[in-house]
């Protein structure tokens, strides 16, 4: 039997994970003994997995995540304020259709933007949207959308995010024209879409590092609405633990070689 045509009629329709497995049942022999059904089954089952995995291979480049990061890969042990019952309840997403806010505080090396970033990780895996930002950087984008008169465009379409991550934010001073900016970007989130914020400087001063009171009111109002805070703690910067890690695993190839 030809089985190229077939193969090119399921390509033509975009069946391109039926295809696969037609051609991988064609060349094991243990699927020739099941039965029409069975086999179709595994069709159809190939098929889903082939568009789920692209799916979410789109949604993470289109994220942009600072570093690849899973839920399952948190370390607790070295971290003090992770929650495992408020992970596991955020991880289930309910928070990002219900258009809440995650806030994540602490240290330099406490694994904030790790934590963001698994989060981010997992919406994808939901099939959720994410773009992940540090904020000098965004600011500086919508500096240049000004200039060229993209900015209304671009905060459509960021709007359209279901989930937006600024990293770092207060890092760095800002001015009037940020301040404003960062109103327009949150409020066109509020009862719609959802953020992560990670922070070193503690929430109860995000006020004043604002600095306009009038302006300040109205932002917060928006991202302390019904958010979920996490503080973090390191016991050791994460970063210097990794690294003294990695240079221990390199040691080790050096002995066994």
Known sequence: MLIQPTLDKL???????MAIALSDQMTHGAAQGLAFE????LLLDRESLYRENRRMTRL???AQFKQ??????LNYRDRTGLDRSQI??????????????????GATGSGKSFLACALGHQACRNGLSVLYVRAPRLFEELTLCHADG???????AIAKISVLIIDDFAIAPIGPRERNDLLELIDDRVGAKSCIVTSQLPIEDWHDYIGDPTLADAILDRILHRSHRIHLE???SIRKTEAE????RDRNKERVK
């Not at 390509?11 to 994970?17: F, S, V």
């Open 68 to 73: 690849r990061a899973a839920l399952e890969d």
């Open 11 to 17: 390509n033509a329709l975009k069946l391109n994970g």
């Open 245 to 248: 890690e990695e240079f221990a």
């Open 38 to 41: 069975e086999r179709l089954a």
């Open 88 to 105: 596991a309840a955020l991880a289930a997403c309910d928070w990002i259709r219900a258009n809440q806010n995650v806030l994540i505080h």
């Open 60 to 62: 993470e480049q289109l």
């Open 150 to 156: 993209s900015f209304r465009k671009r905060l459509a």
């Open 234 to 236: 390191a016991k050791e």
